[in-house]
């Protein structure tokens, strides 16, 4: 199985994969940003502004509060590249990437909180009042999407028998479990999860300037320059990693494997990035349908995900009757 | 082996024997520091040689020391003990050079007044807690696993109790002692039945009504490999399995009967409640997998593993919701202690569910989880308590509130802490992420159990163990963030430093032993095996895999790879910022939303304007905390003053606490009021007492020997 051209179009794959997540991150949330002003009545700005924005800030030259430690300075690094390893792992156009037997969903998981705790570090290192703020909320929100997540994982573990993403998508794909009323009820838990973690409306609202409203925002207060040229990048990788999952794991068509070569890889590309552009703009209606919700609602919303995934795997368990 | 472990014995126990002697002359305590951490090195790399296969095999070793009128003390060593034996020595040696380095004395400073740890039971007791914890490893028959069992019980009193001015310690001290006595008697218990099955061989004719053995049970044999021939069936063994959940269960810090725990392992010095939370909670869970899963045998059914499966998720989830509220230090990591020693039960718990459904390797996954959580989890413990041990003595606090800024003033603590916070928020690529992983996914395959309430029960245990370990992430942020990160909350935080040398070195050891561990879970699941075997039997082990971890079939965790893919990522970042971005930073006041900068009357800013423990705390505790630990949340504004921030009473009450603990002491001041009237008795009814009781007594021998 594993020929020298074979492996070769893996590593080639996982590289192009890389280059494509690393350079469409912005461009997504610019997209993003874009439609949803179109949607509320705006003009919007270009898609291109994100990547404009992070070209200006690397320009300048941070400046650190004088209680911040080194922790101000490393945590934007730690955060960058546990999300973009985590990107990496998540498979896009191609399956059967070269780092596809790393891509498990936990691992994923655990590459995100590694981003959030830096981001939470960082938030506290200046000591100031909103910094400290948005790190206990954000630490608490996770603290409710970590379990729905956990059972939506269940659901693929017992359906496919694997938490390797790339795994359930070849799986998926191939037709293997059919439509099932718990892949929907999943497919909610992790909606609300990525809303959650990605801190879109409803949960937080990326566009605010009401700082008792934020969190996500409220830990970058301090941050400047090239530093905040990072958490917003890191910020942009995770939005197009969570798309990315979904994609992989509800929408797993048209997906070439690594192995096919570079044309299938094009005609793969186009179909990803087109059902990237599909899921974002579906983001973009619901955030023009709905209001952001109080922060101590939002136990609420994500206490349904967990219910839903609970009731997905019971659904499972009764459906499948695993012996 | 064995020989040179009894050897080790010996010395622990000359030790403490020659600690009054010691504990007066100015290099005594440092003798006895090193000595113990010597004995502690040597038993992990003995253990370590035993789980490798190096040397002979061992055969038992018996004892010419015993109960009277029974059989001599039998010590043996397999891979179960040996892998704990590991743990203890690691744990032992970290704690002893973190003593050594605080009791040497230091050039430039005047040696410091004689503390409550100089003290000579103090000093005698270290040395015997490691030889009680280091006896009930090495136990290969009852009675000397609970004298081992015993004697750590009784010598980790004494160092609860070291400073015993404090009234609170003297509180915590007894409630433990109150707590350990309960826990034996529980045990002795379990012994006894667990004995009384084996010597009247079968269960039938127990059932029967036959008196087991001679009269007060000496004539049992309480050798392990008897017990194990005969395992518990029928009522003996739901009796057998919920005994041993409270005896072990009770020391190791399980709900409901961790109460103890978070006021006892913080009220010792530093290094021992490092030593307390990360070796002697492990040695309880070491009897409890003993008896339940190697003594019990492999025979039992599917729900035996349910009781330890469900203790361990309440513990888990409620250690990790009281860590995100507790503003002591050393009582967070104390109840992130009852956290992980809930995942650990969770994965024994799990592995005997496994191994009675017949999915042999799905046992030795969640057996291995369990192995795995308790050698990281006990590295990195030690680590973070010896570091707030540290910060006791550079800040002079336990309480968050009085830290803040600490990784300016002490930066190489900071650094150990940092490592060992981010395994316990179970970040990969360190420790505590292998680990967890595993036993996630030993949850996530429960569902092959065919049983729909067992499914269930995976279920909810898989939503509880998220929950847990995002909440010890928080909780483990919250504790950095509030110690080391921000401003100074006090004068003493900006004029703490880092330990002497050696002490240092305490704390860079286990935190390189931690990110060693979370690189190689693949060869230390490896070097586990003969520690699974007796957990699980012979079947379904888990072969060799380099450098990774693999679950049953399917998913892998790659550690290796992955920290390379991360400092890829991270070097490149490095050098793509540093070509495209001007160098270095500025540095002004903080920006803080444009509030001015602090005047100068304040030179760490306003106190008020960075959140404090409970601040930190407020969302989940309004979330979480306050429904399910019985409070109120009352952080509304006090309306009658504007001027007044509002403040709700700092206590959470524990449930364990409200609903077993206060009624139990209500029904012991009950009967003890009731017993108070005998006192009042008149000589004629203290004689039909006396009467009474022995016709009783009479009767029942009587009622026994009719059979």
Redesign the interface.
Known sequence: MATPLSLLGAVLAQILHVALVLVAAPFLLGVLEWLRARLLGFRGASPRQPWRDLLRL??????????????S?AAP??A???T??AA?LVPGFARGMA?A??S?L??VA??L??A??AL??AG???????G??G???E??F??????????A??SF??LT????ID?IATAFAGGAPGLRVSLALALLALLAVALAENGRIPVDNPATHL?LTMVHEAML??A???HLA?WQYAAALRLLLWLALLNALFLPYGTAPAAAGPLAWVVAAVLWAGRMLLLAAALAVFERAIAKMR??RV?EFLGAA?LL??LG??L???ST??? | MLTAYVLLLAVLVGLALAAPFLAGRRHGSVALHAGGGLVALAMAALALAALLGVGAPHAGLTLPLGPPGGAASRLALDGLSAWFLLLLGLSGSATALFALGHALPRPNRRHHAAGPADRAPVLAAQPLFLAGMALTLLAADAYTLLAGFELMSLASWVLVAADHEVAENRAAARLYLIVAACGAVALILAFGLLGAGAATGTPAGASAGTPPGTPGGLGMDLAFAALRAAPPEGWRAVAVLLLVLAGAGAKAGLVPLHVWLPLAHPAAPSHVSALMSGAMTKVSLYVLARVALDLCGPAQPVWWGVPILAAGVAAALLGALRATQESDAKVLLACSTIENVGLVAAGLGLAAAFRGADLGPLAALAAGAALLHALNHGVFKTLLFLAAGEVLHGAATRRLDRMGGLIRTMPWTAACALVGIAAAAALPPLSGFASEWLLLQALLAAPRVGDLAFQLVAAAAAACIGLAVALASAAMVRLFGLAFLGRFRTPRAAGAEDGPPVARWALALPAALTVLLGLIPGPLLDLAVPALRPLVGGTGLPGPQAFSLAAAEGPRYLPLPLALLLGLAGGALVLLLRARSPAGVETGPAWDCGFIPPPAHLPFGDPLTQPDAAGFAQPLRRMLAGPLLRRADRDAPDRSSLDRPGHGPPALRDPAWVLLFVPAARLRDALAAQAERLRGFTIRRCLTLSFATLVLLLAAIAWLERG
């Open positions: 690397l320009r300048k030259r941070p400046v650190l509060a004088e209680s911040a430690s080194w922790i300075r690094y730690a960058v590249a546990a973009a390893v990496a780092l037997p790393l498990d936990l691992v655990g590459l909180g590694v959030r705790v939470a570090l506290m290192d200046a000591g100031t009042a909103f400290g703020l790190a206990a909320r630490m608490a996770a603290a409710f999407a970590e379990p729905a997540l956990l059972l994982a269940m573990a017992i028998g694997s938490t390797n795994f700082e207060l301090e400047s320059g090239r990072l922060v101590f136990p967990l995934g609970l795997a019971v499972l368990f009764v009757g695993l012996t």
